[in-house]
């Protein structure tokens, strides 16, 4: 049996959650890379989601399903993905600041640089300054991202950075920060290293600023 990773990208698109479960173990019984089905299946599919709820053309609760669709069948894949031939890009901790109840887009973030194969500790939404404070001791990561969506709730992000600076640990990790309110500019206010309009460009700037770093 030949497996077409378009199966996975358009149930995926459809939201259809035991579809995309299944075309991924079926994918993976059939020996398909787990690369080649996160790009080519899983991701493709939600590149096309992210476009349609941007135009206008998909609404809230499809995305939401869509999104569980994906991160359904990343259970089945994530281990394949961390023991794989992806793995050792080195670890991230991500989460939504403190006040904040939003996770879809962090979690598409989380995602991403799981796919690129960062082992990621995702703390969750509503994290208070000192948890992400305990995780960068913890477990050390090269890089913490830090979500946020209200206007209200953005300003927990430079007080982690504070907070870490206040540990002696802010050197030790790159910042990066993301959700619809937030720009670069805020970025270089509050002190974040980096930030991503979006999950998908995420890991490529994280990358980069990695490469600039060693040069
Ligand atoms: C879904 C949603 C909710 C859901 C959240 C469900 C969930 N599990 O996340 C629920 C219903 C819980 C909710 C609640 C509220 N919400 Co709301 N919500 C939204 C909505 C419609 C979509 C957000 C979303 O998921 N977008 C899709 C994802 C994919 O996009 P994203 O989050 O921006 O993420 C992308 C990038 O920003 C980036 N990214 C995000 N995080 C990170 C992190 C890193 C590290 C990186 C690199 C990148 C990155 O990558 C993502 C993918 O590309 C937005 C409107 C909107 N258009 O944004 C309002 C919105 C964010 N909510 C809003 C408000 C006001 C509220 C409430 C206060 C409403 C109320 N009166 O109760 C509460 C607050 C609850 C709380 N304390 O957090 C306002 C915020 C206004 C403001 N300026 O502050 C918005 C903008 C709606 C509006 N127009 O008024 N909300």
Redesign the pocket.
Known sequence: MSIDLGKISESVIQGKIDDVSKYTQDALDEKVAPASILNEGLLAGMDIV?QR?KNGDMF?PE?LRCAKAMSQAMEILRPELTEGEMGGAGTMV?GTVA????????D??AMMFEGAGYKVINLGIDQPNETFVEAVKEHKPTVL???A?????MPRMGEVINSLKEAGIRDKVAV???????TEEYAEEIGADLY?????T?VDIVKKYFENRKN
């Not at 990066?176 to 937030?182: E, H, K, L, T, Y």
């Not at 991503?196 to 998908?200: H, I, K, M, Q, Y």
């Open positions: 992210g709820w809230m995305v991500i006040g904040d109840l939003h996770d879809i887009g962090k598409l973030a991202g830090l979500s969506l209200l206007t209200t709730t990066i920060i993301g959700g619809a309110p937030v991503a309009p979006n999950a998908g995420a």
